[in-house]
């Protein structure tokens, strides 16, 4: 599955290519609120928690099809932690605690829709994402460690400052969500070779920030 969402935005990448009349090099940064999580579809397997709020970091690329569209290849980055209350499936099931270290990646692509005229120093835009998340976590009591891929989809919205011809000003706000209802999950618990039980949960990330925007031809 992993491989199928690789061969979709390097497909949709490469497509967008031919029709670009331009590119921009996107640098972001921003504050992601946290959000909670939690998985009681079996009795005697259940977590609750939260991924904490923190700093999300990334870089795009992104290819001008027309003045007033764009395609974007996005990489974001948070690391953080997500602590939880589970049930612990040894032979004797008790309920622990567990502050798991958190690392989340997405791969996105997506389209980006722009308002206001392409020489005004002020312009507003929109855009849809869609891709997949690589999230690895590690259980600090027991040095346990998964690693789950998923897919992701986001949108955004906000407005850019040309400070001048070449060099932008971006704010924005985002959510970027990870569905795992469709297969496999992620892991918190603290029993056995894994790091934990499986989830078939959702989690949104809303985050607000901005960052800088080059235009390089």
């Known amino acids: ?12 990448l490469v497509t967008s290519i031919g029709f670009a009349q331009e590119f921009n090099v996107n640098l972001y940064g921003s504050y992601t609120f946290q959000d909670r999580f939690d998985s009681y579809y079996d009795y005697g397997s259940y977590y609750e928690g939260k991924i904490e ?12 099809t027309s003045p007033y569209m764009g395609v974007e290849l996005l990489y974001l980055r948070q690391d953080t932690n997500a602590p939880t209350h589970y049930l612990d499936e040894g032979f004797f099931a008790t309920e622990r605690f567990t502050n798991f270290d958190l690392a989340i990646n997405y791969v996105m692509i997506g389209g980006n829709r722009y308002f206001g005229a392409s ?15 690589i999230a690895n976590l590690e259980n600090p009591d027991n040095g346990n460690t998964e690693t789950a891929t ?21 704010m924005q706000a985002q959510l970027v969500s990870a569905v795992q209802t469709v297969g496999g999950g992620f892991y918190f618990s603290g029993y056995g070779p894994s790091a934990g039980l499986s989830t078939y949960s959702t989690f949104y990330q809303f985050s607000l920030g901005g960052g800088l925007v080059f235009k390089m031809n």
């Open 1 to 12: 599955m992993k491989k199928n969402y690789i061969s979709f935005i390097l497909f949709a």
């Open 53 to 64: 709020d923190g700093f999300q970091w990334g870089a795009g690329l992104e290819l001008k």
């Open 119 to 133: 020489n005004s120093p002020l312009q507003g835009f929109g855009g849809l994402m869609a891709g997949m998340v």
């Open 150 to 170: 998923k897919f992701a989809w986001g949108a955004k919205f906000g407005g850019i400052y040309w400070m001048s011809p070449r060099v932008g000003l971006k």
